[in-house]
């Protein structure tokens, strides 16, 4: 449900945009290791493919394939929240921009943010 006023937002109509995001993995997190990279300041995340994308991201269906053993801050991001709003406004004005620099475009996956 979505404050008056506000466009609704649903993870089932989006391109997984959150799942962009650089995603900290803290060491009791459930995750399968072997999706987990550790950046040169020492930091563990959630391995990102070439497309931008975490790689437990299933790419036809936009969905995460660790659901039940994602890390905690998967879990606190909240659908339609206003970093949640945020993040799918630059990820649309990234495709927008596409048609003028078709060289930028990070991926050819269809929108799905309406
Ligand atoms: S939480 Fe927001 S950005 Fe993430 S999949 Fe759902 S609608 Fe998209
Ligand atoms: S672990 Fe799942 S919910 Fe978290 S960023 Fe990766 S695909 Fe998205």
Known sequence: MSAPGLPEVSCSACDAVCCRLTVVVMPDDPVPRHLVDRTPEGLDVMARGED???????????CCTVYEQRPAICRKFAMGSPYCRSEREAYARRYDDVGDHVDAAPSPIPLRLR
């Open 52 to 62: 931008g994308w975490c790689v437990a991201v299933d790419p036809l269906r936009m």
